[in-house]
């Protein structure tokens, strides 16, 4: 099983351009998350979905959107990138509604200029 | 929201040594904490977790506590070694309704040899 995977690692944009980062499991979980990691201020969730068809907002959703079509692939889209964006996002997974460990990515460094 | 709240940021101790970090949290319906590791550069990883109807566990090296009343848990690492260096998140959830995890901001632990 390769888990959660995540593409692209690495992207520069410049402020106003569009983007997907795409997460894959291949875990059958039904839920799927987005974090963006910022220095000193831990994981904030972006976006979450339940299960396929599915997305609610987390903590920090301004300036993106998702879209959960197939339960094993969870994307998250920039419309207009702004340098506060500049981030590493992760996405994660987990298979039940309680008490389960989240499977996270490898992560997605985006640079935004 | 839930809030949680970890200190130290960063902490250094020299190896052998005893290594502890602290959460608190402010909702009072949160029954699930986990603590996840994340070397430089990796994904982040689960390492232990505790449900609220436990105040201690164990495994190897780690050890977690937890006091409900005050609403705060602890992260225990005994007999450091060179590759317990990484950052360490705690969270805490609530598994009623939708499952959301909030994390704390990190401790950087690095152990000198």
């Known amino acids: 099983n390769a888990g959660v995977t995540q593409t692209p690692k690495f992207r520069v944009l410049k402020t106003g351009q569009s983007m997907t980062l795409l997460c894959a499991q291949d875990?059958?979980?039904?839920?799927m998350y987005w974090y963006r990691q910022d220095p000193g201020m831990g994981l904030r969730l972006i976006h979450y979905s339940v299960g396929e068809g599915t997305t609610a907002k987390g903590e920090v959703p301004d300036g993106y959107n998702v879209s959960r079509l197939k339960k094993q692939n969870f994307l998250l889209g920039l419309e207009s990138a702004a340098p506060s964006q500049t981030s590493v996002y992760f996405c994660?997974?987990?298979?039940?509604?309680?008490?389960?460990?989240?499977?996270f990515g490898p992560g997605t460094r985006l640079t935004v200029l | 929201g839930e809030n949680v709240e970890q200190h130290p940021s960063t902490l250094s101790v020299q190896e052998g040594d005893s290594a502890v970090i602290k959460c608190t949290y402010s909702d009072s319906a949160s029954n699930y904490f986990p603590w996840y590791k994340q070397e430089l550069g990796k994904r982040p990883q689960l390492i232990i977790d505790i449900r609220s109807n436990v105040g201690e566990k164990k495994d190897q090296r780690i050890a977690v506590t937890l006091n409900k009343t005050a609403k705060h848990f602890s992260l225990h690492i005994t007999e450091t070694q060179p590759e317990d260096s990484a950052v360490y998140f705690c969270?805490?959830?609530?598994?009623?309704?939708?499952?959301?995890?909030?994390f704390g901001t990190g401790t950087k632990l690095q152990v000198i040899p």
């Open positions: 875990m059958n979980h039904e839920y």
């Open positions: 994660a997974s987990s298979s039940t509604l309680s008490y389960n460990e989240q499977f």
């Open positions: 969270a805490a959830m609530n598994s009623g309704g939708y499952q959301k995890v909030t």
